[in-house]
């Protein structure tokens, strides 16, 4: 079993920027990938980032390229994502995710990310 618990959400104004932070703990070392996704009321889940467990091959949504990075601390069990210019169409509740060696998926709790003008 994999944990996931996110940090860093809350509001900021148009054009700034926020980090998330996601900590791993359980069975850490069976997580092959992880990554962000969001979800805006009334719409899917879209997949934001990912990351391979080397950290070496990452992807990014065409709507954040230039503007997220994806970035992830194995000795630390954590998975970050560096908002920048963040705009209204990007509040969302973000979720921290890990899919497993063996094909599970984790998710966690969410944090709220809310942009003002």
């Known amino acids: 079993q994999v944990q996931l618990v996110e940090s860093g959400g809350g509001s900021v104004q148009t054009g700034g920027s926020m980090r998330l932070s996601c900590l791993a703990s359980?069975?850490?070392?069976?997580?092959?990938?992880m990554g962000w996704s969001r979800q805006a009321p009334g719409n899917q889940r879209e997949l934001v980032a990912t990351?391979?467990?080397?950290?070496?091959?990452?992807q990014l949504a065409d709507s954040v390229k230039g503007r997220f990075t994806i970035s992830r601390d194995n000795a630390k069990n954590t998975v970050d994502l560096q908002m920048n210019n963040l705009n209204h169409l990007d509040v969302a509740i973000y979720s921290c995710?890990?899919?497993?060696?063996?094909?599970?998926?984790?998710w966690g709790q969410g944090t709220q990310v809310t942009v003002s003008s």
């Open positions: 995710y890990a899919e497993t060696w063996s094909g599970d998926f984790y």
């Open positions: 359980g069975t850490v070392d069976s997580i092959k990938i």
């Open positions: 990351i391979s467990r080397t950290g070496l091959s990452t």
